[in-house]
């Protein structure tokens, strides 16, 4: 039968302009090739530019306008960044180079195939980033950048299936934990034509035309040429929201019954169930995900909390606690703390608070595995999480996003292409008054979509462990909707603290 959900929720592929273009072969091409010249811009002007960073183009680009806009990008639509990803042109030279002297590449280990290494080069790069103040170094930001190339390029022409994609990139891991709650989702759109497709083309690819099946009256549409099919192991028919997906549109281009769609949906509907999801599994069955997810909340409030006055005079006590001073050690000290110990303990302690207060004992809830609550329920604090990041990066993008007019004009007078006055008075996109309102309400709404997560949450849970009421489904929830509000109380603690302007002429020591 129709999937008359599907039927009713908006397709973009069915848009009339949007969608013909979306279809075409080429599409992530024509939406990288721009991102990629600009990804070059940066580099050139991070190497040899004006290494002052409200006035190159690097840190401008980078800090500023690409962390806002892929906030914003994945609240509105999606994984729109990884989908033009200017990391993954270089890519086709890497899969040639792979199936012509490496017999298609080799597998990526077992021992790898999960997060906790994209976790761990997460971890690293938030330390870094803070330590080495990238935010100010254009130089660094452009090695940063080819960096990004070498790897990309150096582990996928080793490894087959986008094991960069799935498995190391920081950013896409980012991307992914963002577009959890997300409004658009590439699923199929009438799951009887993929329960008869015999080629499973979304997954396999193909090489050749298939002509029309004399047995039926479905209309092939595909045109002939290479399609491949999802390297990320994402069979469409079994695939369930966006974890994983970048959006790559193979899958679309694949698919010889035109049967797969970008649909809309609830946001964070996604994180409400635990179904067994291709490529993935279940969700309270990897503590590798929950971890990453975890580390994504608790990093939104840490990395904001780096930069407010009070961590500088906690970082001086907690160098006369260890009896010296070191950069280094101090931020690793609040690391630690912020990104691991608190964490931990936060979640263990909502987790047996869950198992604890299940209706009856000796139910399915009370005898499951704390890991596994945790598991299961710490995506409820995915909205809160991203809110925060929301927020954080909304400030510095509503402080300086209109310097990128300047730092272009400059740029373009270095080169010989611009003879007009840079207006390097241009910054603000708003009034300061309006940035903490507006960063309240980023927060705000996250914490309220939390909460109802984590209702929707635990009613599935149990539901399916054939318990119920709706004074069970609150007592259940009761520990993770007091670890939210928890969480929005210092939201709001850390943004009403002044905040470094990063990126803006004024960031040089200056605070709001």
Same mark, same amino acid.
């Given at each position: ?22 279809? =075409? ?41 690409? *962390? ?13 960044? !990884? ?22 590449? *080799? ?5 790898? &195939? ?7 080069? #997460? ?7 803070? *330590? ?32 960069? !994609?799935?498995?190391? !990139? ?16 590439? +699923?199929?759109? /009438?799951?009887?034509? !993929? ?14 035309? $298939? ?15 290479? &399609?491949?099919?999802? /390297? @990320? ?5 079994? +695939? ?41 599994? *279940? ?8 971890? @990453? ?15 407010? &006055? ?10 006369? =606690? ?32 869950? &198992? ?6 000796? /139910? ?17 604090? #995915? ?6 990041? $929301? ?38 996109? #708003? ?20 909460? #109802? ?21 609150? +007592? ?37």
């Amino acid at each position: 039968m129709p999937n008359s959900a599907a039927h009713r929720a908006p397709d973009i592929l069915r848009w009339p302009l949007l969608g013909r273009f979306l279809k =075409w072969q080429h599409a992530r091409t024509a939406m990288q090739a721009p991102v990629l010249l600009f990804t070059m811009l940066i580099v050139f002007d991070g190497l040899l530019g004006p290494q002052l960073a409200p006035k190159n183009l690097a840190t401008v680009g980078v800090w500023l306008h690409y *962390r806002g806009l892929v906030v914003l990008a994945l609240l509105v639509a999606g994984n729109l960044f !990884c989908m033009a990803c200017p990391f993954m042109l270089p890519r086709q030279a890497a899969r040639w180079l792979r199936e012509r002297f490496r017999s298609g590449g *080799r597998s990526v280990p077992a021992m790898l &195939r999960n997060k906790w290494l994209a976790l761990a080069l #997460v971890l690293a790069f938030f330390f870094i980033y803070e *330590r080495f103040s990238l935010w100010a170094s254009p130089w660094l930001t452009a090695w940063i950048v080819l960096a990004y190339f070498a790897v990309a390029f150096a582990v996928d022409t080793i490894f087959r299936g986008t094991a960069f !994609c799935k498995y190391v !990139c920081p950013l896409g891991q980012f991307n992914f934990f963002g577009s959890l709650i997300s409004p658009l989702e590439i +699923k199929v759109r /009438e799951p009887a034509t !993929c329960a008869a497709c015999r080629t499973k083309d979304c997954i396999k690819g193909n090489l050749t035309p $298939l002509p029309p099946s004399p047995d039926d009256n479905t209309t092939v549409v595909r045109r002939g040429g290479v &399609r491949y099919g999802c /390297e @990320l192991w994402l069979f469409q028919p079994r +695939k369930v929201g966006n974890m994983d997906c970048t959006f790559c549109l193979d899958c679309i281009h694949a698919c010889p019954y035109d049967n797969v769609g970008i649909i809309g949906r609830v946001p964070t509907s996604e994180l409400w169930r635990d179904p067994f999801r291709s490529g993935i599994g *279940r969700f309270s069955q990897r503590l590798d995900l929950a971890a @990453l997810v975890a580390l994504f909340v608790f990093g939104s409030f840490i990395n904001a909390f780096a930069m407010i &006055r009070p961590v500088y005079a906690l970082r001086e006590q907690i160098g006369r =606690w260890l009896g010296r001073a070191s950069p280094t050690l101090e931020l690793a000290v609040i690391f630690l703390i912020g990104l691991i110990v608190l964490p931990a303990l936060a979640l263990i302690v909502t987790g047996l608070a869950t &198992r604890a207060l299940a209706r009856r004992p000796g /139910e399915p809830l009370r005898s499951e595995p704390i890991g596994g609550v945790i598991s299961r329920y710490v995506y409820a604090l #995915v909205p809160l999480g991203f809110g925060m990041w $929301l927020a954080h990066y909304s400030f510095h993008f509503l402080t300086g996003g209109l310097t990128l007019v300047p730092v272009v004009q400059s740029f373009l007078a270095d080169i010989g292409l611009f003879g007009g006055a840079v207006q390097w008075g241009l910054g603000p996109v #708003v009034p300061g008054d309006w940035l903490f309102p507006i960063e309240a309400i980023f927060l705000y709404a996250g914490a309220f979509a939390s909460i #109802v997560a984590a209702l929707q949450i635990a009613q599935h849970h149990l539901g399916a462990a054939q318990t119920g009421g709706p004074g069970a489904v609150l +007592k259940v929830a009761a520990p993770w909707i007091a670890l939210t509000l928890l969480l929005l109380i210092s939201g709001l603690a850390i943004l009403v603290q002044p905040m470094e302007m990063r990126g803006t002429l004024l960031m040089s020591g200056a605070l709001q």
